[in-house]
């Protein structure tokens, strides 16, 4: 007796496929964003993160910070 299939094994995830060019295309991206300074530092992120919870929340960091 073979194992019934659902549907899920019919085709693969979004994440199961692997595109090369889409992969190298958004490393190429992230890099430019990188060298053109569009980047938030972790500790702007933690910061903004942590403060999330409190009576004063800051506001969303921005590029540079």
Do not use: Y
Not at 35 to 45: C, L, Q
């Amino acid at each position: 007796m073979t194992k019934p299939r659902n549907e899920m094994d019919e085709e693969p995830g979004v994440f199961d496929v692997e595109d090369e060019a889409a992969i190298e295309a958004a490393t190429q991206r992230g890099l430019a964003d990188i060298e053109a300074g569009r980047v938030v530092s972790h500790e702007a992120v933690k910061r903004w993160l942590l403060s999330l919870s409190t009576d004063n929340p800051l506001p969303r960091p921005k590029c540079g910070e």
